[in-house]
T-cell receptor, first 114, second 111 residues
Framework: GNSVTQMEGPVTLSEEAFLTINCTYT??????LFWYVQYPGEGLQLLLK?????DKGSNKGFEATYRKETTSFHLEKGSVQVSDSAVYFC?????????????FGSGTRLQVQP | EAQVTQNPRYLITVTGKKLTVTCSQN?????MSWYRQDPGLGLRQIYY???????DKGDVPEGYKVSRKEKRNFPLILESPSPNQTSLYFC??????????FGPGTRLTVL
């Protein structure tokens, strides 16, 4: 079956530091890949997505590239802010199937200190 | 404003007392789904619906029921809640081939 593995957290960084959160996946075929973010006390928000190999998703300074050869979708940001403190979830789904269940990683908590 | 709403946001109940968590979306989405979020496990799908009167099981359907009588609503029903159903629940919706958008979550505690 499908699975998503994320690096364990928490990740603690100082403001303006470079961020990488690793995500690797196991899936058949060609899944679509997502990063969702959950701010404290809130629901999940879509951060970015990529639907085919070598696609780069980007939003709010975050980027991730769909690497089929390494089955990875690592999240990066060049300069984090305190407001980026949240839990980040990597996820995948097959958009061409009926169930379209998102398979999530366990989440990585990011703490950014001023 | 396009949104997915859930009610209640917080609920404390006792074992065996039937409850319903409502989910509603105003985007005319065909697809709706319920997930539960547990520490260290990420989110797991409970049930999903492709359209009105079309529902099916996800990865963890035991102990839950759903219905889809109207396109905008997709309630989650716990007929006889147990403590292992204590969790954070999310409803999501989307067009059939589009990204899923999530509600704010319902935190359920079963004593």
């Amino acid at each position: 079956g499908n699975s998503v593995t994320q690096m364990e957290g928490p990740v603690t960084l100082s403001e303006e530091a470079f961020l990488t959160i690793n995500c690797t996946y196991t899936a058949t075929g060609y899944p679509s890949l997502f990063w969702y973010v959950q701010y404290p006390g809130e629901g999940l928000q879509l951060l970015l997505k990529a639907t085919k190999a070598d696609d780069k998703g980007s939003n709010k300074g975050f980027e991730a590239t769909y690497r089929k050869e390494t089955t990875s979708f690592h999240l990066e940001k060049g300069s984090v802010q305190v407001s980026d403190s949240a839990v980040y979830f990597c996820a995948l789904t097959h958009m061409d199937t009926g169930r379209r269940a998102l398979t999530f990683g366990s989440g990585t908590r990011l703490q950014v200190q001023p | 404003e396009a949104q997915v709403t859930q009610n209640p946001r917080y609920l404390i109940t006792v074992t065996g007392k039937k409850l319903t968590v409502t989910c509603s979306q105003n985007m005319n989405h065909e697809y709706m789904s319920w997930y539960r979020q547990d520490p260290g496990l990420g989110l797991r799908q409970i049930y999903y619906s492709m359209n009105v009167e079309v529902t099916d099981k996800g990865d963890v359907p035991e102990g839950y029921k759903v219905s889809r009588k109207e396109k905008r609503n997709f309630p989650l029903i716990l007929e006889s809640p147990s403590p292992n159903q204590t969790s954070l629940y999310f409803c999501a919706s989307s067009r059939i081939t589009d990204t899923q958008y999530f509600g704010p979550g319902t935190r359920l505690t079963v004593l």
